[in-house]
C-alpha cells in the first residue's frame, strides 16, 4: 500500500503568520486523467475530520481561500496564508490512487 | 444539515461480536458510498471499508477483511458496521464519513460522523 510521510510533525504558528505542511507519497499520486488523487483533511480538537482539498489543489465547501493545496506525482504542499486561531488541529493528507486509501501521519498545527 | 451519527460502541471482550450503526440525515441517502474510518487511541487514521449506495458491493481493508462486514438500509437511512472476532487492536473511535461523489465511489470523503468508540477488553 501507499504510504504518505507529512512533516513537520508538529507546527507552532503565530497568527497572521504563513504555514505551510509537505506531504510526500511513496508512489505517484497522478493518475493518466492528469489530477492528482491526494487530499487534505483538519481535525480540530474533539472533533471530527472536515475535508480541506481534494484532488490536490481543489478548495471544499466553505474552506476559506486561505488554504490552499500544491504539488504533484509525489511531493505535496498544504499552504496557510496566514493562519488563525481556528486553524489548530492535527492535519492529515490523504491519497485514493489506489486502494486502500491511506493517510499520512498527521501534522499537530498550535499556537506559539 | 446533513448529519452523520454513529451508535453501538462500548466495551468487548476479544474474540466477541459488535454492530455499529451510521444513521444519515439531511442528503438523498440512497445515493452515496459510505465509509468506516477508525482511530486507534493516539494514532492516525486507518480506511476500514466501503459500502456502494446500493449495498452492492463492499471493499475493506487488509486488517478487517473476514471478520467486518458492512451493510446498509437506506430505507432507513442506516449503514452497518458488523465486527466479529474482534481483537485488542481493533480498539479505536470509529466514524462513518460519506463519499464525496454520487453513485461512484470515489474513495475520499466529505462529511463525518461524530465517531463511536469500541474497547476491546477483557
Known amino acids: 500500500e501507499i504510504v504518505l510521510t507529512q512533516s513537520p510533525l508538529s507546527l507552532p504558528v503565530t497568527p497572521g503568520e504563513p504555514a505551510s505542511i509537505s506531504c510526500r507519497s511513496s508512489?505517484?499520486?497522478?493518475?493518466?486523467?492528469?489530477?492528482?488523487?491526494l487530499h487534505w483533511y483538519l481535525q480540530k480538537p474533539g472533533q471530527s475530520p472536515q475535508l480541506l482539498i481534494y484532488?490536490?489543489?481543489n478548495r471544499a465547501s466553505g474552506v476559506p481561500d486561505r488554504f490552499s493545496g500544491s504539488g504533484s506525482g509525489t511531493d505535496f504542499t498544504l499552504k496557510i496564508s496566514r493562519v488563525e486561531a481556528e486553524d489548530v488541529g492535527v492535519y492529515f493528507c490523504?491519497?485514493?490512487?489506489?486502494?486502500?486509501?491511506?493517510f499520512g501521519g498527521g501534522t499537530k498545527v498550535d499556537i506559539k | 444539515q446533513l448529519h452523520l451519527v454513529e451508535s453501538g460502541g462500548g466495551v468487548v471482550q476479544p474474540g466477541r461480536s459488535l454492530r455499529l450503526s451510521c444513521a444519515g440525515s439531511?442528503?438523498?441517502?440512497?445515493?452515496?458510498?459510505i465509509h468506516w474510518v477508525r482511530q486507534a487511541p493516539g494514532k492516525g487514521l486507518e480506511w476500514v471499508g466501503v459500502?456502494?449506495?446500493?449495498?452492492?458491493?463492499?471493499e475493506y481493508g487488509d486488517s478487517v477483511k473476514g471478520r467486518f462486514t458492512i451493510s446498509r438500509d437506506n430505507s432507513k437511512n442506516t449503514v452497518y458496521l458488523q465486527m466479529n472476532n474482534l481483537r485488542a487492536d481493533d480498539t479505536a473511535v470509529y466514524y462513518c464519513?460519506?463519499?464525496?461523489?454520487?453513485?461512484?465511489?470515489?474513495?475520499?470523503?466529505?462529511?463525518w460522523g461524530q465517531g463511536a468508540l469500541v474497547t476491546v477488553s477483557s
Open positions: 464519513a460519506r463519499d464525496y461523489r454520487e453513485i461512484v465511489v470515489s474513495y475520499y470523503f466529505d462529511y
Open positions: 439531511g442528503f438523498t441517502f440512497g445515493r452515496f458510498g
Open positions: 459500502i456502494w449506495y446500493d449495498g452492492s458491493k463492499g
Open positions: 508512489q505517484s499520486l497522478l493518475f493518466s486523467n492528469a489530477r492528482n488523487y
Open positions: 484532488l490536490g489543489s
Open positions: 490523504m491519497q485514493t490512487v489506489q486502494t486502500p486509501p491511506t
